[in-house]
């Protein structure tokens, strides 16, 4: 009974097994492209290319804390909006405005910061 068992997890394994191809080789885009999805894989890297650098790409994952902030509510006085507002001339002093960050090691947490920056401008 042993015997039965071991060579059906040995045929199986061997059967359900995928090949262990380089996540940048031509032949694992040959093997996706293979198996006939609705995209088609292709290069967007050089073969060389350290995977290290490609997961630093893939951006940040936040632990979810729940934040526990006062709701502050506030009256319309009536005042007008003005036709434009320039922080840094508003906040003169505060060198972080002026500032210009280097994000080109960052992934796809861009979207979520203009996708921010999108909603505070509708609400200004």
Request: proline share 5%.
């Given at each position: ?14 059967v359900f ?5 380089h996540l940048?080789?031509?032949e694992y885009?040959?093997?996706?492209n ?14 060389d ?19 526990n ?11 007008e909006l003005?036709?434009?507002f320039d922080a ?14 280097d ?12 996708e ?9």
């Open positions: 009974m042993r015997i039965v068992f071991v060579t059906f997890a040995t045929l199986v394994s061997c097994t995928q090949p262990q191809l940048l080789s031509d885009i040959e093997h996706l293979s198996k006939n999805l609705p995209w088609k894989a292709g290069r967007n890297f050089d073969k290319t350290p995977l290290s650098h490609i997961k630093g790409l893939l951006g940040l994952k936040h632990k979810e804390t729940p934040l902030l006062e709701t502050v509510y506030h009256e319309d006085n009536g005042e003005p036709k434009e840094r001339k508003q906040w003169s002093k505060c060198e972080s405005i002026r500032e210009i960050r994000q080109s090691g960052c992934g796809s947490c861009w979207v979520t910061h203009c921010a920056n999108c909603y505070l401008m509708e609400i200004i």
